[in-house]
């Protein structure tokens, strides 16, 4: 037991002591718990010794696989530890790696889009300009009041694209400002709709209203709510397959007033619908990429939602159009 202890170990411990040759084979000396077919450890105590009989003694272990994993599960416990931080920095680098890779898909067709959309404009401005220019139309005043009245639509557009970065940026910082009034919720819809009547009978289609006759009050911003209905008409229209239909309904549960606008477009994958309200995410494949834009718009469309202490949902089916529905509080007129 003390040459055990010498070399370090401590673990409880079986023995027998046997003298074995050609011609004898006897125990002399065993403990109690010493088993015959027991894993043993075996030494000859008469090794390097010519005239000597050959004496052995025979080592049993009971407790070794524990006493084994006692000594080791400091440096076992520091090895899983080890393994898991380089299991999860290597995750967290492929994650980064990942999204960095996105951002950068992302930027570029941000980039492509906002150059696409601001070139449109600057390119009918410049040819109007030129068109101006020309004596035969300086001495046409109807063609001259034409020509100014495109240079006032794109100097429009730019102008609206420009404004609607700059407030994504200001959401983004946490900078927007509201100006909260109480305002009518369905003169809001009725203007919106007034806005897109025109493009609406232009690719023959048709915007329907059900509930939204008597006003409705409630407390926000009115610029900014009318920016977000307009988004979502807007929407309607653009991927719509033609004989669009959009239906408008407005609901008072009590607590709320839900708006819902349903359209009959070409729908939304629904891989795609819980990532529609990402910043500058646009839904990729078929003819939707053909349509331009930021990935802006949505949203945009749920921060003021969400500002105004509202929500607002999506639910579709691809081929058979959207329901966007606007939850917005009754008890914060």
Same mark, same amino acid.
Request: net charge positive.
């Given at each position: 037991?003390?040459?055990l202890?010498?070399?370090?170990? &401590?673990?409880?411990?079986?023995?027998?002591?046997?003298k074995?040759?050609?011609?004898?084979?006897?125990?002399?000396?065993?403990?109690?718990?010493?088993?015959?077919a027991?894993?043993?450890?075996?030494?000859?105590?008469?090794?390097?010794?010519?005239?000597? %009989?050959?004496?052995?003694?025979?080592?049993?272990?009971? %407790?070794?696989?524990?006493?084994l994993?006692?000594?080791?599960?400091? $440096?076992?416990l520091?090895?899983?530890?080890?393994?898991?931080?380089? $299991?999860?920095?290597?995750?967290?680098?492929?994650?980064? $790696?990942?999204?960095?890779?996105?951002?950068?898909?992302i930027?570029?067709?941000?980039?492509?889009?906002m150059?696409?959309?601001l070139?449109?404009?600057?390119?009918?401005?410049?040819?109007?300009?030129?068109?101006?220019?020309n004596?035969?139309?300086?001495?046409?005043?109807?063609?001259?009041?034409?020509?100014?009245?495109?240079?006032?639509?794109?100097?429009?557009?730019?102008?609206?694209?420009v404004?609607?970065?700059?407030?994504?940026?200001?959401?983004?910082?946490?900078?927007?400002?509201?100006?909260k009034?109480?305002? %009518?919720?369905?003169a809001?819809?009725?203007?919106?709709?007034?806005?897109y009547?025109?493009?609406?009978e232009h690719?023959?289609? =048709?915007i329907? !209203?059900?509930?939204?006759?008597t006003? !409705?009050?409630?407390?926000? #911003?009115?610029?900014?709510?009318?920016?977000?209905f307009?988004?979502?008409?807007?929407?309607?229209?653009?991927?719509?397959?033609g004989?669009c239909?959009?239906q408008?309904?407005?609901?008072?549960?009590?607590? =709320?007033?839900? !708006?819902?606008?349903?359209?009959?477009?070409?729908g939304i %994958?629904? #891989?795609?619908q819980?990532?529609?309200? #990402?910043?500058?995410?646009?839904v990729q494949?078929?003819?939707?990429?053909? !349509?331009?834009?930021?990935?802006l718009?949505? &949203?945009?469309?749920?921060?003021?939602?969400? &500002?105004h202490?509202? &929500? $607002?949902?999506?639910?579709?089916e691809?081929?058979k159009?959207?329901?966007?529905t606007?939850k917005?509080?009754a008890?914060e007129?």
């Open positions: 037991q003390k040459e202890a010498s070399k370090g170990i &401590s673990t409880p411990f079986e023995f027998q002591l046997r074995q040759d050609k011609n004898t084979d006897k125990i002399f000396a065993q403990s109690e718990g010493f088993k015959k027991g894993k043993t450890y075996k030494a000859d105590l008469s090794n390097k010794r010519i005239f000597s %009989d050959h004496n052995y003694l025979y080592l049993q272990f009971p %407790d070794e696989d524990n006493y994993f006692s000594s080791m599960k400091n $440096i076992l520091l090895s899983v530890l080890f393994s898991l931080l380089i $299991i999860t920095v290597f995750y967290l680098t492929l994650n980064t $790696i990942l999204k960095q890779k996105r951002i950068t898909e930027k570029n067709d941000f980039i492509n889009n150059t696409h959309e070139k449109t404009p600057i390119a009918t401005s410049s040819l109007a300009i030129d068109a101006i220019n004596p035969q139309v300086k001495n046409n005043q109807e063609r001259f009041n034409q020509y100014t009245a495109i240079l006032k639509e794109e100097n429009r557009k730019l102008n609206s694209h404004e609607r970065v700059l407030q994504m940026a200001l959401i983004d910082k946490g900078n927007l400002q509201l100006h009034t109480r305002i %009518d919720l369905c809001i819809i009725q203007a919106s709709i007034n806005t009547k025109l493009q609406a690719c023959n289609g =048709h329907m !209203v059900d509930g939204a006759q006003p !409705v009050f409630i407390t926000g #911003d009115e610029f900014h709510l009318l920016a977000a307009n988004n979502l008409l807007d929407n309607a229209l653009k991927y719509s397959k004989n239909l959009v408008i309904s407005l609901h008072n549960t009590g607590t =709320h007033f839900l !708006v819902k606008i349903k359209d009959n477009g070409i %994958d629904a #891989d795609h819980k990532k529609v309200f #990402d910043r500058f995410y646009r494949g078929g003819n939707l990429h053909d !349509v331009k834009g930021f990935g718009g949505l &949203s945009y469309v749920k921060s003021i939602i969400e &500002s202490n509202g &929500s $607002i949902e999506l639910q579709s691809k081929g159009g959207s329901t966007f606007i917005l509080p008890n007129a």
